[in-house]
């Protein structure tokens, strides 16, 4: 009995597509940028959404459901007993004006650090908050409630104005500018304004996110973390 006799072609690419006729084969290195520009879009479309998300779910819950009676958690000035308020704080809007206003700016900015990542989106996040809230707790004057996100949002637009200039990278100084243009008047809020505007918070937060740009280290472009160990293995050395 005969048997057919199967025979193996070795194939040229070796598991990989051919290259389409009239188009070159990208390169291994503008296949890595290329993957690594698709997981910064997505991890920025995440952050914008998940911000927006959030605010507008605890808005519709607390206006609805509890009748604006979670603005209770909203920061009372030296009050000892509702410190931890702070964390709470940014989360509480006032009205659909004051949720829309911080939406249009803040899912530009969480859009925009996300795209950095998920340590660099928390990091400014965490300080943005915690100076914010500090001021409207120390400076906010007793008797008041001071709700909103605002402090973080001027957290995060101070982070991404200055953190080109800290970190030499041309990309983040050109965003930075074009931020100022854009929304550069929205800075005239830490000045004392019209009542019921939590200056104190937004001064804190521009100071959170400066504290933020100055000093956090892990969106560093490749270049400059590797001058930065070459300069410790050269004073390691001395």
Known sequence: MAFSKKTHHQDPYQGAYPPTAGVPAARPQQQV????????????????????????????????????????????????????????????????????GNTSIGVVCAFLIGWSGKRVFWEVTIISTIVAGAFQWLFGGIGSTHIGASGVIFGWLTYLVIRGIFNRSLSQILVGLALVFYYGGVFYGVLPSEPGISWQGHLGGAIGGFIAGACITSDDPPELKLRRAQRKQQQLRR
């Open 33 to 100: 940028a290329l993957a690594k520009r698709r997981q910064q879009l997505k991890a920025g479309i995440s952050h914008a959404v998940g911000f927006v998300v959030v605010i507008w779910a605890i808005f519709i819950i607390n206006a609805f459901v509890f009748a604006n009676n979670l603005n209770y958690f909203g920061i009372h000035p030296w009050d000892t007993s509702t410190l931890w308020h702070i964390i709470t704080a940014p989360l509480l809007h006032g009205s659909w004006e004051h949720l829309i």
